[in-house]
């Protein structure tokens, strides 16, 4: 029988100082592992199935002890390692995890060992703060592999601090309106503005604009973007309220983002029913944007959804559709009303042509299947003209205009008011009176 050299924590955090101040020239990394959702393997295996998986482990780690200076158990689930640069290898990591999804029965669950590694280049750094590092390397995998591995930089810290600042400042900033609504107008092929999409940013203590690139992700990633979207929702409700009784704008609809992690924390069906009450305004008039992405895991969830949503008089539109791999197959549950191309489908492939028939082919599909479609990301006029002429119905992109903050979009669809009136009086013509007329 070989005997556990596997560490406690503190043991381990003992014997790796005296590796590495017996030998501090020598270039060493840390490394430590982590199963993912080992406490829902727990939870669905039972704990008896846990501790088979952990006995697995450490029968493995000791066989193979040659290859690690010292290595050590964090936690329940988590291993460390201490090993020099040239031993390192992930081959035997591949074989834990491929053992260990051998002791599940279930098609459905695959162990996934997440590895962070840190190389040490300062010998004498605390190695609680190494593993510290090694964790952040964790914290930034996004992969779903057997075994995914991820090296310590300075940029990961640079970025986990940055999400920190994000997470600290966000609910402060909330309560003090610093996120605003942004809108961006939708035009249908007459090039009237129809509609726009309500997008959020963040007006930060000096006075710069946040786009959500800097700040969505974060959001989700830590549960918080909730609280984001209700807030973006609720100003929604509250400007088409406003627009009831303006002339110019009594027809517009607002279309608003929901993100994947809502479905978790809210009742998104009750949450819009009592905005469009508490404002009095037409559920016809606040758009519903689902991301493709959401769809991938949770399809029934989101029919159930739909289907409440659509009898309590809310239009649908599937965002960034062509974004992700099952874009097609998600299409034959979900039934939506508005198919939103993403913008990716606009960018220039090597091969034009080909490019243009999936277009063209998915407008297509989508009529058939009783859909309008939208085109975000227009940027030119030939792109307009070309997703005209086949057949797009609404178009949206910085070729009519950016988003722009709610003031500003007065004077956006002002503007074009006054362009379309002047066009019948044949003033000097605009790229978009040119899109009204190519086709
Ligand atoms: P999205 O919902 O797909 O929104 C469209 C994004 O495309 C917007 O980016 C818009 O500014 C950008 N865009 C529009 N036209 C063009 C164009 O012609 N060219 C290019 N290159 N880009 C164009 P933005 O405002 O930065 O928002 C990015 C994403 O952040 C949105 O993508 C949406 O997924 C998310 N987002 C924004 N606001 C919210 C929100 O309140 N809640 C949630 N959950 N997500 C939001
Ligand atoms: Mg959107
Ligand atoms: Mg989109």
Known sequence: ????????????????RDVLSSDPGRRYVLARTNIRDFKLLNHVFGFQKGNEILKCIEGILNKNSDAFE??????????????????????LFRQMASECSGLIESPCFRIHIQMGVYEIVDSNMEILSMCDRAYLAIKSIKIDEPLAVAWYSDSIMERCLYSKKIISEFDYALQSKRFLMYLQPQANTKGEIMSAEALARWLMEDGTILSPSHFISILEDSDLI????????????????????DGDKKNLSISVNISPKDLYYLDIEKELVDLVRKYDISPDKMNVEITESS???????????????????????????????????????IHAD??????????????????????????????RLDMQVISEGVETQEQAVFLKSNGCDFFQGFYFSRPVAVDKFDTVLKAYNLERTNAHHKRPKSLRDLVKEAV
């Not at 936690?75 to 201490?82: A, E, R, S, W």
């Open 1 to 16: 029988m070989v005997m556990s050299k596997l560490n406690s924590m503190n043991a381990f955090v003992e014997k790796a």
């Open 70 to 91: 010292v290595y050590g158990q964090l936690h329940i689930d988590q291993f460390v390692f201490l090993m020099t640069k040239e031993k390192f290898s992930t081959s």
């Open 226 to 245: 909730w609280k984001l979207d209700l807030y973006m929702w609720e100003e929604a409700a509250k400007l088409l309220s406003k627009w009831k009784h």
């Open 295 to 333: 769809f991938v895991n949770n399809s029934d969830l989101y029919v159930d959804l739909i289907a409440k949503l659509h009898k309590a008089g809310f239009a649908i539109e599937i965002d960034d559709f062509g974004s992700g791999y099952s874009s097609l197959n998600l299409l034959k549950n």
């Open 338 to 367: 508005i198919l939103k191309l993403d913008m990716a489908f606009l960018q220039k492939g090597e091969d034009l042509i080909r490019s243009e028939i999936i277009i063209d082919s998915v407008i297509e599909m989508a009529k």
